[in-house]
């Protein structure tokens, strides 16, 4: 597939002028909502089904540029909906089609960015998965473009919408902690060491060049692991980070910008051809906060809380916990676990005060969405939200790439202060015509 970039352009501006509704539009409440969905990975194909089990909406169009991939997602759409949805390589063809309202983009991270930026240009609503963009500059272009087009986007950090994590919010807010001067975020885990397997042809009915889009086009490897290359992502430990940082954020009434970053780790386990970092631990200095996220790729004994924990009135097994927050107040101490893993207060003496447990937050966040796409409210993990978590993770990488220096941030420009080569890493080469423009 080959398309020269003037007719990129006009073709997805073309599309947002004949599509973009207003803010003060609102849908009747028995109108369907039509979806199309970006990228049937695991999660592409668990958010098709879950949308297509809804009353209120249905799939119809199913994305990749692999082929491979259409017939799980496929299986498990038609098997909840009467509509059968069209199965196509190209994600353009449900950008034209005026009849789609809404566009899932739950592709790798590379293309977070420019496929949701399509999707607002062409009068398309998103939900969009973490973490939400590729670098810094790339999730400010996003949040513009939901604003200019007047578009919701929701991105997939789905413990905002959990009740539990209001709870803890609130019991934060009491003052019952006292002052919270210091925030510890977890992410550990353990990856294994991939086998490369360079030189090996593309397979039939895979659009390599597609999937690779804005990155560089790498030889194909089908033991490549997309989610250890700068060139597709923030990294595995971002990857999955965000959603702690995002609920550390969420706690503290969204923290802002930090003012600077200090970053330490390096590949220490897995050299396996990656270049991003096996072990990460990033300070952010707040004006009377610290917030670390501390993390690792060789820790077999930390465990992410188990689907039988999140949707039931148990508790992680909090020191091997591997997605726990710590919040640190003078007057008290607080377990949360993301992903329904509830939470636990403390008092100043250590004595256990008050428990409550968790439930995932998938549904009520998938809710949200679209009773947003109806009243046109913004949704509870607005691309706003989105952009300023995984800032967090782009701030601590931009930090190791340059040898770990302690960055010194500007919020107002979202740049450096002082450090070309830090400055150098707020935008990626995008490679044409898959262009994040200056103008979205």
């Not at 790798?108 to 939900?127: E, F, N, R």
Request: with cysteine; proline share 6%.
């Amino acid at each position: 597939m080959t398309v020269n970039r003037r007719e990129f352009m006009k073709r997805s501006v073309g599309a947002a002028a004949a599509a973009v509704l207003p803010y003060g539009s609102v849908r009747g409440a028995n109108e369907k909502i039509v979806i199309g969905v970006m990228g049937l990975g695991g999660r592409g194909t668990y958010l098709a089904e879950k949308f297509a089990d809804r009353p209120d909406t249905e799939i119809a169009y199913l994305c990749d540029p692999n082929t491979r991939r259409f017939a799980r997602a496929r299986e498990v759409v038609e098997e909840v909906q009467t509509r059968k949805p069209q199965l196509v390589q190209d994600f353009r063809k449900m950008l034209d089609d005026d009849s789609v309202d809404v566009v899932i983009n739950a592709t790798p991270d590379h293309w977070h960015g420019l496929g949701t930026i399509m999707a607002c240009q062409s009068g398309k609503d998103v939900y969009v998965e973490k973490p939400m963009s590729h670098n810094i500059w790339e999730g400010r272009k996003m949040v513009e473009a939901a604003r200019k087009y007047k578009r919701v986007v929701q991105v997939g950090m789905q413990t905002r919408s959990a009740p539990y994590a209001q709870k803890a919010k609130d019991y934060i807010d009491s003052g019952k902690l006292g002052k919270v001067y210091l925030v510890r975020v977890f992410n550990m885990m353990k990856h294994p060491k991939r086998t490369p397997m360079p030189g090996e042809p593309v397979p039939s009915g895979f659009d390599y060049d597609l999937w690779c889009g804005p990155a560089a086009k790498l030889p194909y490897d089908p033991s490549r692991q997309w989610l250890s290359l700068w060139e597709y992502s923030c990294g595995p430990i971002p990857g999955d980070a965000v959603h702690q940082l995002d609920l550390a954020r969420f706690l503290l009434n969204d923290l802002p910008a930090p003012r600077t970053v200090s970053q330490m780790g390096a590949i220490y386990d897995l050299q396996d051809g990656r270049d991003t970092p096996d072990t990460q631990m990033a300070l952010f200095e707040y004006d009377q906060l610290t917030l670390s996220m501390e993390s690792t790729l060789c820790a077999p004994y930390m465990k992410k809380i188990p689907s039988s924990t999140r949707d039931a009135d148990k508790l992680p097994d909090w020191p091997f916990c591997s997605t726990r927050i710590e919040v640190m107040g003078t007057e008290g101490f607080m377990y949360v676990g993301r992903h329904g893993g509830g939470w636990q207060a403390f008092d100043a003496n250590g004595e256990l005060v008050e428990t409550q447990y968790g439930r995932q937050g998938d549904k009520a966040h998938q809710d949200n969405f679209i009773q947003c796409i109806k009243t046109r409210q913004r949704p509870n993990a607005d691309v706003e939200a989105g952009h300023e978590s995984v800032l967090l993770c782009h701030m601590a990488n931009v930090s190791y790439r340059v040898g770990n220096q302690r960055l010194v941030f500007d919020a107002e420009n979202e740049s450096f202060t002082d450090n070309d080569n830090a400055n150098k890493l707020l935008k990626r080469d995008y490679r044409s015509p898959w262009v994040v423009p200056e103008n979205v």
